[in-house]
Nanobody, 127 residues
Framework: QVQLEESGGSAVQAGGSLRVSCIIT??????????LGWFRQAPGKEREVVAV???????AYADSVKGRFTISKETAGSTLSLQMNSLKPEDTAMYYC???????????????????WGQGTQVTVSS
C-alpha cells in the first residue's frame, strides 16, 4: 500500500521561511514515474492545489504562491519537498502531499488528479 508522510510543519512569523517534506513508500513503482503535488486546506475553506511536479520535473504553481514557493523532489530518498519563503498569514493551512502513478495532466498541470494522499502537516503563519 502506498504511504505518504509529511513533516516539517510549524508556526512561523510572516516573512519567514519553512520547508515541508513528504516521504513516499511502498509505491511499487519508480519514484520518478509519479506525478506529485502539494495541496493545502485552511479552516473553513476548500482544499486548493499549491504546486505540482511532473515526471520530467516540469513544475506548476498556484498564482498565490508563485515566486515564493518551490516544489522539488529527491528520487534517491523518494522525498517530495516544498520550500516556502516570504510566508504570509494567508498561507496558514494544513499542507498535504499527493501522488499518482501517471504523468501529470499536461494540458493544465494544476488540474492533475491524485490517487494517494498524506495525512497533512500544519503550517501556521502569524503576523
Amino acid at each position: 500500500q502506498v504511504q505518504l508522510e509529511e513533516s516539517g510543519g510549524s508556526a512561523v512569523q510572516a516573512g519567514g521561511s519553512l520547508r515541508v517534506s513528504c516521504i513516499i513508500t511502498n509505491s511499487g513503482k519508480t519514484f520518478s514515474s509519479h506525478c506529485l503535488g502539494w495541496f493545502r486546506q485552511a479552516p473553513g475553506k476548500e482544499r486548493e492545489v499549491v504546486a505540482v511536479i511532473d515526471t520530467d520535473d516540469t513544475t506548476a504553481y498556484a498564482d498565490s504562491v508563485k515566486g515564493r514557493f518551490t516544489i522539488s523532489k529527491e528520487t534517491a530518498g523518494s522525498t517530495l519537498s516544498l520550500q516556502m519563503n516570504s510566508l504570509k498569514p494567508e498561507d496558514t493551512a494544513m499542507y498535504y502531499c499527493a501522488a499518482d502513478f501517471l504523468e501529470c495532466y499536461k494540458s493544465d498541470y494544476l488540474k492533475s488528479m491524485f490517487q494517494y494522499w498524506g495525512q497533512g502537516t500544519q503550517v501556521t503563519v502569524s503576523s
